[in-house]
Protein backbone atom coordinates (compact mmCIF):
# COMPACT_ATOMS: atom_id res chain seq x y z
CA UNK A 1 0.00 0.00 0.00
CA UNK A 2 1.57 3.23 -0.79
CA UNK A 3 2.18 5.78 2.01
CA UNK A 4 0.57 8.59 0.40
CA UNK A 5 -3.04 6.66 1.35
CA UNK A 6 -2.36 6.96 4.74
CA UNK A 7 -3.60 10.91 4.30
CA UNK A 8 -6.45 9.64 3.22
CA UNK A 9 -7.52 7.72 6.46
CA UNK A 10 -9.61 10.25 7.85
CA UNK A 11 -12.99 12.28 6.97
CA UNK A 12 -13.24 14.06 3.59
CA UNK A 13 -13.10 17.64 3.63
CA UNK A 14 -13.62 20.61 1.14
CA UNK A 15 -10.50 21.24 -0.31
CA UNK A 16 -10.61 25.06 0.78
CA UNK A 17 -10.95 23.04 4.46
CA UNK A 18 -7.98 21.48 4.61
CA UNK A 19 -4.08 20.60 3.26
CA UNK A 20 -3.55 18.30 0.23
CA UNK A 21 -2.32 15.79 2.83
CA UNK A 22 -5.00 15.88 5.54
CA UNK A 23 -4.37 13.05 8.01
CA UNK A 24 -5.22 12.67 11.82
CA UNK A 25 -4.01 14.25 14.97
CA UNK A 26 -2.42 12.16 17.43
CA UNK A 27 -5.20 11.92 20.21
CA UNK A 28 -4.64 12.49 24.06
CA UNK A 29 -4.25 9.00 25.96
CA UNK A 30 -6.38 8.13 28.52
CA UNK A 31 -3.32 6.68 30.93
CA UNK A 32 -0.86 9.73 30.10
CA UNK A 33 -1.86 11.71 32.90
CA UNK A 34 -0.78 13.17 36.31
CA UNK A 35 -2.18 15.06 39.65
CA UNK A 36 -1.14 17.08 41.66
CA UNK A 37 -2.63 18.81 44.99
CA UNK A 38 -1.41 22.28 46.31
CA UNK A 39 -1.67 22.77 49.77
CA UNK A 40 -3.33 19.33 50.56
CA UNK A 41 -3.43 18.23 53.82
CA UNK A 42 -1.31 19.49 56.54
CA UNK A 43 2.45 17.56 55.51
CA UNK A 44 4.75 19.54 52.84
CA UNK A 45 5.06 16.73 51.18
CA UNK A 46 1.84 15.29 49.14
CA UNK A 47 3.63 13.49 46.36
CA UNK A 48 2.30 9.98 47.25
CA UNK A 49 -0.75 10.80 46.61
CA UNK A 50 -0.07 11.75 43.50
CA UNK A 51 1.83 8.36 42.71
CA UNK A 52 -1.11 6.66 44.34
CA UNK A 53 -3.56 8.02 41.66
CA UNK A 54 -5.65 5.48 39.96
CA UNK A 55 -7.75 7.69 37.60
CA UNK A 56 -9.61 10.74 37.68
CA UNK A 57 -12.57 12.84 36.20
CA UNK A 58 -11.83 15.77 34.25
CA UNK A 59 -14.02 18.65 34.79
CA UNK A 60 -17.51 19.01 33.50
CA UNK A 61 -19.55 22.86 33.55
CA UNK A 62 -22.93 23.30 33.14
CA UNK A 63 -25.05 26.40 32.74
CA UNK A 64 -27.91 27.53 34.89
CA UNK A 65 -30.87 28.43 31.86
CA UNK A 66 -32.66 31.70 31.82
CA UNK A 67 -35.80 31.40 29.08
CA UNK A 68 -37.13 34.82 27.94
CA UNK A 69 -40.48 34.47 26.65
CA UNK A 70 -41.71 36.58 23.69
CA UNK A 71 -45.27 36.96 21.57
CA UNK A 72 -45.07 33.61 19.81
CA UNK A 73 -41.81 32.10 21.08
CA UNK A 74 -39.48 31.49 23.63
CA UNK A 75 -35.48 32.17 23.86
CA UNK A 76 -33.10 30.50 25.74
CA UNK A 77 -29.88 32.46 27.26
CA UNK A 78 -27.44 31.07 29.79
CA UNK A 79 -27.28 31.96 32.75
CA UNK A 80 -24.64 31.00 36.16
CA UNK A 81 -21.88 28.26 35.27
CA UNK A 82 -21.55 25.36 37.46
CA UNK A 83 -18.28 22.86 37.97
CA UNK A 84 -19.66 19.44 38.34
CA UNK A 85 -17.89 17.40 41.51
CA UNK A 86 -14.78 15.47 40.48
CA UNK A 87 -13.78 12.15 41.10
CA UNK A 88 -10.80 10.45 42.29
CA UNK A 89 -9.43 6.94 43.34
CA UNK A 90 -6.50 6.18 44.80
CA UNK A 91 -4.46 3.06 46.47
CA UNK A 92 -4.51 2.82 49.95
CA UNK A 93 -0.74 2.30 50.14
CA UNK A 94 0.16 -0.40 53.21
CA UNK A 95 2.28 2.26 54.83
CA UNK A 96 -0.54 4.61 55.00
CA UNK A 97 0.44 7.69 53.62
CA UNK A 98 -2.33 8.18 51.41
CA UNK A 99 -4.80 7.71 54.34
CA UNK A 100 -2.69 10.31 56.55
CA UNK A 101 -2.55 12.79 53.91
CA UNK A 102 -6.53 12.31 53.30
CA UNK A 103 -7.62 12.61 57.03
CA UNK A 104 -5.29 15.51 57.37
CA UNK A 105 -7.73 17.30 54.79
CA UNK A 106 -10.91 15.82 56.55
CA UNK A 107 -9.46 17.25 59.86
CA UNK A 108 -8.68 21.10 58.39
CA UNK A 109 -12.32 20.91 56.90
CA UNK A 110 -13.84 19.71 60.42
CA UNK A 111 -12.43 18.40 63.96
CA UNK A 112 -13.72 15.27 64.35
CA UNK A 113 -12.33 14.58 67.58
CA UNK A 114 -13.09 18.23 69.16
CA UNK A 115 -16.25 18.58 66.73
CA UNK A 116 -15.44 21.69 65.83
CA UNK A 117 -15.74 23.50 61.92
CA UNK A 118 -12.76 25.49 60.03
CA UNK A 119 -13.59 29.29 60.78
CA UNK A 120 -13.17 30.02 56.44
CA UNK A 121 -13.11 28.01 53.63
CA UNK A 122 -9.51 29.11 52.63
CA UNK A 123 -8.10 27.77 55.68
CA UNK A 124 -9.13 24.26 54.06
CA UNK A 125 -9.54 24.47 50.44
CA UNK A 126 -6.93 23.34 48.10
CA UNK A 127 -5.56 23.39 44.24
CA UNK A 128 -5.66 20.54 42.19
CA UNK A 129 -4.20 19.58 39.21
CA UNK A 130 -4.52 17.81 36.04
CA UNK A 131 -2.30 17.49 33.41
CA UNK A 132 -1.93 15.72 30.22
CA UNK A 133 1.33 14.10 29.36
CA UNK A 134 2.98 12.99 25.80
CA UNK A 135 4.89 9.57 27.64
CA UNK A 136 8.14 10.80 27.60
CA UNK A 137 9.74 9.90 31.19
CA UNK A 138 13.06 9.29 32.50
CA UNK A 139 15.65 10.73 30.18
CA UNK A 140 12.96 12.05 27.64
CA UNK A 141 10.92 14.80 30.29
CA UNK A 142 7.35 14.17 29.93
CA UNK A 143 5.76 17.79 27.50
CA UNK A 144 2.73 18.61 29.14
CA UNK A 145 0.15 18.47 26.37
CA UNK A 146 -2.84 20.25 28.71
CA UNK A 147 -3.43 21.92 32.16
CA UNK A 148 -6.52 21.54 34.47
CA UNK A 149 -6.06 23.69 37.25
CA UNK A 150 -9.06 23.67 39.81
CA UNK A 151 -9.44 26.05 42.43
CA UNK A 152 -11.34 26.31 45.54
CA UNK A 153 -11.56 22.46 46.08
CA UNK A 154 -12.92 20.37 49.21
CA UNK A 155 -13.19 16.80 49.77
CA UNK A 156 -17.19 16.41 49.65
CA UNK A 157 -17.38 12.48 50.17
CA UNK A 158 -14.23 10.02 50.92
CA UNK A 159 -15.41 6.53 50.62
CA UNK A 160 -12.83 3.79 52.32
CA UNK A 161 -13.97 1.39 50.36
CA UNK A 162 -14.86 -2.55 50.64
CA UNK A 163 -13.04 -5.36 51.98
CA UNK A 164 -13.94 -8.69 50.50
CA UNK A 165 -12.10 -11.79 50.85
CA UNK A 166 -12.54 -13.15 47.37
CA UNK A 167 -11.15 -10.50 45.50
CA UNK A 168 -6.83 -10.00 44.59
CA UNK A 169 -7.84 -6.29 44.46
CA UNK A 170 -5.59 -3.46 46.31
CA UNK A 171 -8.07 -1.20 48.71
CA UNK A 172 -8.93 1.96 47.15
CA UNK A 173 -10.24 5.31 48.97
CA UNK A 174 -12.68 7.24 46.46
CA UNK A 175 -12.74 10.73 47.07
CA UNK A 176 -15.39 13.26 45.38
CA UNK A 177 -14.17 16.84 45.01
CA UNK A 178 -16.26 19.71 44.70
CA UNK A 179 -14.43 23.51 43.47
CA UNK A 180 -15.39 26.62 42.91
CA UNK A 181 -13.26 27.03 39.32
CA UNK A 182 -11.25 25.80 36.73
CA UNK A 183 -9.42 27.02 33.88
CA UNK A 184 -6.87 25.86 31.24
CA UNK A 185 -3.07 27.05 31.54
CA UNK A 186 -0.82 24.98 29.46
CA UNK A 187 -0.60 23.53 26.39
CA UNK A 188 -4.26 24.78 25.70
CA UNK A 189 -5.67 28.13 25.07
CA UNK A 190 -9.22 27.01 25.71
CA UNK A 191 -11.27 27.52 28.78
CA UNK A 192 -9.60 30.84 30.85
CA UNK A 193 -8.04 32.76 27.96
CA UNK A 194 -9.49 35.92 27.05
CA UNK A 195 -10.48 36.87 23.68
CA UNK A 196 -12.25 40.06 22.02
CA UNK A 197 -16.14 39.94 22.64
CA UNK A 198 -18.41 41.61 20.70
CA UNK A 199 -19.94 44.75 21.09
CA UNK A 200 -22.62 47.43 20.03
CA UNK A 201 -24.88 44.04 19.83
CA UNK A 202 -28.19 44.18 22.06
CA UNK A 203 -30.13 41.59 20.70
CA UNK A 204 -30.31 38.42 22.19
CA UNK A 205 -30.70 36.24 19.21
CA UNK A 206 -28.70 35.35 16.04
CA UNK A 207 -26.48 32.41 14.96
CA UNK A 208 -22.92 33.88 16.49
CA UNK A 209 -20.82 36.78 15.37
CA UNK A 210 -17.04 36.71 14.10
CA UNK A 211 -15.12 39.56 15.45
CA UNK A 212 -14.31 40.93 12.68
CA UNK A 213 -18.33 41.45 12.06
CA UNK A 214 -18.74 42.69 16.25
CA UNK A 215 -18.10 46.21 14.49
CA UNK A 216 -21.01 46.03 12.23
Known amino acids: MSVASLSKITVPLSTNQSASAQGLLMPKLAYRFRITFLNFGRDQQVTELTKQVMDFTRPTVSFDEITVDTYNSRVKLIGKPAWQDVTINLRDDASGQVSKLIGQQLQKQFDFLEQASARSGSIY ?5 CEMLDGGNGRQSPTVLETWELYGCLLSQ ?3 GELNYTTNDPVKIALTMKYDNAIQTEGVAGVGTSFAR ?4 EDITGGGFTTSQNAG
Open 198 to 201: AINR
Open 158 to 160: VNY
Open 125 to 129: KFTTK
